[in-house]
T-cell receptor, first 114, second 116 residues
Framework: AQSVTQPDIHITVSEGASLELRCNYSYGATPYLFWYVQSPGQGLQLLLKYFSGDTLVQGIKGFEAEFKRSQSSFNLRKPSVHWSDAAEYFCAVGDRGNAGKSTFGDGTTLTVKP | GAVVSQHPSWVICKSGTSVKIECRSLDFQATTMFWYRQFPKQSLMLMATSNEGSKATYEQGVEKDKFLINHASLTLSTLTVTSAHPEDSSFYIC????????????FGPGTRLTVT
């Protein structure tokens, strides 16, 4: 069965600092991988996705992520964090053989210090 | 494009009553819709997978008689919480995948259910 681990429950960074959120997955083949952001009381917004091809994926709001098959990782990065980036971030793996049914990590809460 | 709506956005109901939540794909045909439940400060828990014209597939531990899912058309799926109890209070989120497209999920804004 597929699974996702986000090792960091809570991360605090200063505004303007760089950010890396970790994600490790378990899946039997090449996965679909996603990063979502959720603000309190809101639905999920897709930041970026990996289906195939270039392992460095660019997303919205200046985010990027790199798929590393050897490490089963899909870490999310941003070079300079803005206060508006404070939110909950979820990594997810989608099952290619099951209509993209996704399994989510437990999430990482990002706090941005002024 | 690829917008998913949910209605209502929030609902309060009394214990023992039933409540229906609608999930609509507004500008695309949804092959599959998923229903999730999210508790405060927790991740999304998949409840069921819904395909148009067929019975929903429920995840282990989800009571199918309590959470009735109907996928009547390629743009509408409904979740009915029957005989609701306070422990059913939660944030319910649906998502849909685009027919003929990739398996990217498009999420609705969620419905906050409070059972008193």
């Amino acid at each position: 069965a597929q699974s996702v681990t986000q090792p960091d429950i809570h991360i605090t960074v200063s505004e303007g600092a760089s950010l890396e959120l970790r994600c490790n997955y378990s899946y039997g083949a090449t996965p679909y991988l996603f990063w979502y952001v959720q603000s309190p009381g809101q639905g999920l917004q897709l930041l970026l996705k990996y289906f195939s091809g270039d392992t460095l994926v660019q997303g919205i709001k200046g985010f990027e992520a790199e798929f590393k098959r050897s490490q089963s990782s899909f870490n999310l990065r941003k070079p300079s964090v803005h206060w508006s980036d404070a939110a909950e971030y979820f990594c997810a793996v989608g099952d290619r053989g099951n209509a993209g049914k996704s399994t989510f990590g437990d999430g990482t809460t990002l706090t941005v210090k002024p | 494009g690829a917008v998913v709506s949910q209605h209502p956005s929030w609902v309060i109901c009394k214990s023992g009553t039933s409540v229906k939540i609608e999930c609509r794909s507004l500008d695309f045909q949804a092959t599959t819709m998923f229903w999730y439940r999210q508790f405060p400060k927790q991740s999304l828990m998949l409840m069921a997978t819904s395909n148009e014209g067929s019975k929903a597939t429920y995840e282990q531990g989800v009571e199918k008689d309590k959470f009735l899912i109907n996928h009547a058309s390629l743009t509408l799926s409904t979740l009915t919480v029957t005989s609701a109890h306070p422990e059913d209070s939660s944030f319910y989120i649906c998502s849909a995948t685009n027919r003929g497209g990739t398996y990217e999920q498009y999420f609705g804004p969620g419905t906050r259910l409070t059972v008193t």
